[in-house]
T-cell receptor, first 113, second 110 residues
Framework: NAGVTQTPKFQVLKTGQSMTLQCAQD?????MSWYRQDPGMGLRLIHY???????DQGEVPNGYNVSRSTTEDFPLRLLSAAPSQTSVYFC????????????FGPGTRLLVL | EDKVVQSPLSLVVHEGDTVTLNCSYE??????LLWYKQEKKAPTFLFML????IEKKSGRLSSILDKKELSSILNITATQTGDSAIYLC??????????FGKGTKLTVNP
């Protein structure tokens, strides 16, 4: 099992550019989430999904879109990047089983100039 | 709205000290409270707590939940420099979301 994978590891964008952060998991997990982490702010939930075809907003969804067409993949789209979106982005997944913890990907560091 | 508050936000100790990290929460419908350790990269799982008063232990780390006080503590005994990290507390309430606190940055000096 590769677990949760994210690409790219690092990306520099100019203001207004668009891009997609990729996230995939091979554990057949139902639940997947995207977080952003900024210094002193902990992890803040952007969007999450409870299964293929189902997504919902988290705490800081503005400026981001997601889709979940398959169980394995949960891409995060920035339609028009802004400097405020400079952050480290983590994707996570877990099964629906009681007591099952959440597994994190290695993160994507994004710099918007 | 579910909320998690961790304290202190930052802590500096010497090797061998014992530390206690705090996590308090507000939740509509409690399901579980989780502790994670984050070093340079992604958070790694430490404990999941669902029942009040039952201590979970792993080596020098232990944690306990107090549902009456809406809080949890994470204890680390005989700290080592390798314990230096950000410790994150997360809450799962009625929805499938995990809500994280801002974390406690622990620095253990030799």
């Amino acid at each position: 099992n590769a677990g949760v994978t994210q690409t790219p590891k690092f990306q520099v964008l100019k203001t207004g550019q668009s891009m997609t952060l990729q996230c995939a998991q091979d554990m057949n997990h139902e639940y997947m989430s995207w977080y952003r982490q900024d210094p002193g702010m902990g992890l803040r939930l952007i969007h999450y999904s409870v299964g293929a075809g189902i997504t919902d907003q988290g705490e800081v969804p503005n400026g981001y879109n997601v889709s979940r067409s398959t169980t394995e993949d949960f891409p995060l789209r920035l339609l028009s990047a802004a400097p405020s979106q400079t952050s480290v982005y983590f994707c996570a997944s877990r099964s629906g089983a009681p007591g099952e913890t959440q597994y994190f990907g290695p993160g994507t560091r994004l710099l918007v100039l | 709205e579910d909320k998690v508050v961790q304290s202190p936000l930052s802590l500096v100790v010497h090797e061998g000290d014992t530390v206690t990290l705090n996590c308090s929460y507000e939740v509509t419908n409690f399901r579980s409270l989780l502790w994670y350790k984050q070093e340079k990269k992604a958070p790694t799982f430490l404990f999941m707590l669902t029942s009040s008063g039952i201590e979970k232990k792993s080596g020098r780390l232990s944690s306990i939940l107090d549902k009456k006080e809406l809080s949890s503590i994470l204890n680390i005994t005989a700290t080592q420099t390798g314990d230096s990290a950000i410790y994150l507390c997360a809450l799962q309430g009625g929805s499938e979301k995990l809500v994280f606190g801002k974390g406690t940055k622990l620095t253990v000096n030799p």
